[in-house]
């Protein structure tokens, strides 16, 4: 199948509603897990500096929450959209640990029902 004709962008969650559950099968090498496949509305914004536009997308396999900034690719006439697996993965492979820093400690010792710190993604 040919990808010609997608582009980057970034879009914001606008909503998400669940659209169907289902269980995996168990086999010898897998318990079986519970899937979910999730319909968004997002606002997008292509990288190109294209005109912004809102879009629905369907996924199962990535689940980002109201306000939730994702990468996505984008065919900006059709206005079709799908998340960019590739940005959002990153290189396959084994995933390393985060080490517990000190927001990590600070926020264990705040009061229930504070807010999280601001993100510093490095």
Known sequence: MFEWGWQQGTATVVARRLI???????TE??????????EF???VRPDDGSPRFRATCENSWHAPVQGDEVPVQLKPKSQK????KDRILGP?????PQPKDDRWR???DDEP???PPARNDE
């Open 20 to 26: 169907k559950e289902w269980r995996s099968a168990q």
């Open 29 to 38: 090498h897998s318990r079986g897990m519970k899937r979910r496949k999730f």
């Open 41 to 43: 509305i997002l606002d």
């Open 81 to 84: 959209v799908r998340f960019d």
């Open 92 to 96: 396959s492979g084994p995933r390393k």
């Open 106 to 108: 600070d926020m264990l």
């Open 113 to 115: 029902g504070t807010p």
